[in-house]
């Protein structure tokens, strides 16, 4: 009896912060009412060897899952400078603009972000629940800190890295090796359509497998370019971009790919071809 005690006084101790943690995660009050009662059940009993907060880890995992199936039914195409809306009337002006830019992040950023920056989790736990390294956690959330709050730099530790994995999935594309593809490719990558690319047949995906098939076909045609200083490929039609694909590589993997072809967006981008080596010949 007086450990059920212990557990329901540490659970009402813990809530609130959770709460405020799923909140800044989902986007949602009632999401995150869901969120924390199933971590409250799904908890293990005693901390593991890779948190002391056991609360919080299970509450990471569930949030991360959920983020996941957003991404994976995402059915409204995205708009990198206007992402779609979460459930922010009750969040204040300046929660309903973070929430908003952070709509605009993939799973692990928001995550790694949201639990480092906000709530000063270490990057050993995140990467605990990230399945990846801490140096990982700690890039993710630097990339997320640049899209949310305008840094001046971008972090990318290697950037010649970054255009080798690009040139390898397209060469991979044209000669349609889809193991190749799928090698370069995070598990957890994240593939975004800007509304102009969705109506030319371009598709959200969540996952390698998804994602390489909706790049296979799409990226034979490109060259490679360099897209605001970033890897990238590009489309082109008398001489201007087309459809640019915007690509994030971490630790010699893809993690995202922002496909853009609407005037607007493409307006707002630097985009310098590059001479292609992967071209055939």
Same mark, same amino acid.
């Given at each position: 009896?007086? +450990?059920?005690? $212990?557990?329901?006084? !540490?659970?009402? @101790? ?7 943690? #799923?909140? /800044?995660? %989902? ?89 480092? +920056?906000?709530? $000063?989790?270490?990057? !050993?736990?995140? @990467? ?7 140096? #990982?956690? /700690?890039? %993710? ?33 044209r000669t349609g090796d889809s193991q190749a593809m799928l090698a370069l490719l995070d598990p957890d990558v994240v593939l975004r359509a800007d509304p102009t690319a969705v109506r030319t047949g371009a598709r959200a995906a969540h996952g390698a497998v998804p994602v390489a098939l909706a790049l296979a076909g799409r990226t034979r045609e490109a060259r490679q370019a360099l897209v605001d200083g970033a890897a990238g490929l590009v489309l082109t039609r008398d001489g201007r971009p087309r ?39």
């Amino acid at each position: 009896m007086d +450990d059920d005690a $212990d557990d329901a006084a !540490e659970t009402r @101790a813990r809530e609130p912060r959770l709460k405020a943690v #799923a909140y /800044r995660l %989902l986007g949602s009050f009632d999401e995150a009412e869901e969120a924390v009662e199933q971590a409250i059940r799904e908890a293990p009993r005693h901390p593991t060897p890779t948190t002391d907060d056991r609360f919080l880890a299970t509450l990471a995992r569930i949030c991360l899952e959920r983020l996941r199936a957003r991404e994976t039914h995402r059915t409204a195409p995205w708009d990198p400078w206007d992402p779609w809306n979460t459930d922010t009337d009750r969040a204040g002006p300046e929660g309903r603009a973070l929430l908003t830019a952070m709509d605009a992040l993939t799973p692990p950023d928001r995550l790694a972000f949201v639990l480092h +920056d906000l709530f $000063d989790v270490p990057y !050993e736990e995140i @990467a605990a629940v990230l399945e990846r390294t801490p140096a #990982a956690a /700690r890039h %993710l959330a630097g990339r997320a800190r640049h899209r949310v709050q305008g840094t001046e730099e971008m972090p990318e530790p290697d950037p010649v890295r970054q255009r080798e994995a690009v040139a390898a999935f397209l060469a991979a594309s044209r000669t349609g090796d889809s193991q190749a593809m799928l090698a370069l490719l995070d598990p957890d990558v994240v593939l975004r359509a800007d509304p102009t690319a969705v109506r030319t047949g371009a598709r959200a995906a969540h996952g390698a497998v998804p994602v390489a098939l909706a790049l296979a076909g799409r990226t034979r045609e490109a060259r490679q370019a360099l897209v605001d200083g970033a890897a990238g490929l590009v489309l082109t039609r008398d001489g201007r971009p087309r459809t640019v694909f915007a690509f994030t590589v971490l630790d010699g993997r893809i993690t995202s790919v922002d496909v853009l072809a609407d005037e607007g967006h493409l307006s707002r981008l630097t985009v310098r071809p590059l001479a292609d080596r992967t071209a055939p010949s």
